[in-house]
């Protein structure tokens, strides 16, 4: 029975990845609220200059659902297996999007991971952020500050990109960070998991609740990094998903 049940977590957790003796070579990339997938652009650069063929998603942010299905029409084109990533907001999509039977892999980037029953906003009351800048428009979406966006939400990127960012950001429906979860994909697929230690939006200590709950494969803390790691450690980043599809 032992035996068996060995047999059994090899094969969810270690030949999805291999089944062909070779690394995934597809890879999504998935952003998060309140920017759009422009910002994945020097993590894609050192993918590709790899040999990964990198897609990115730019789901509209207007509903959680509809990002989901979004993420999902991006997964069915790719053309074989994929390591399935995602930055923050786009976490709890990847959480759904990532049951789809091409999806072999689960790499969060300073991201939720919510389990079934559970909101990414709840969450976040129990492990509390640092910023208090979020607005909450009468439309029922939600923005950054534009003057504290720099500072809370990409905190080590250039100055001058920060600044673009505030004020080309996409407002957010506020319904999506309350979505409840349900089958969430990191209980089936292997996880791997970035922990921004400077993260003003995400309590560092709820990406490591997240990262040790879903039994990440392989943990990085990058140490300084705020929000927006995945731009300002982008070979970082780079390296935490290759070894997500390398199975390592």
Known sequence: MKIFQWLLIISVFVL???SD???VKNVVLVHGAFVDGSGWEGVYNILTKQGYKVSVTQHTLLSFNGDVAAVTRIIDQQDGPCILVAHSYGGAVITVAGNNPKVV??????AHAPDAGESEADNGKIYPPVYKSLIK???GFDYIDPEKFPADFAGGVPKGKARFMAVSQTPTADSAF?????EPAWKTKPVWYMVAKADKIINPDLERMYAKRA???KTVEVEGASHC???SHPRE????????AKGK
């Open 215 to 217: 039994k990440s494969i």
């Open 137 to 139: 428009g009468k439309d």
């Open 237 to 244: 980043t780079a390296e935490l998903i290759v070894l997500g």
């Open 229 to 231: 790691v995945f731009m």
């Open 21 to 23: 003796g070779q690394a």
């Open 105 to 110: 892999g689960l790499v969060y980037i300073a």
């Open 178 to 182: 309350h979505a409840i979860i349900q």
């Open 16 to 18: 999805p990845v291999h």
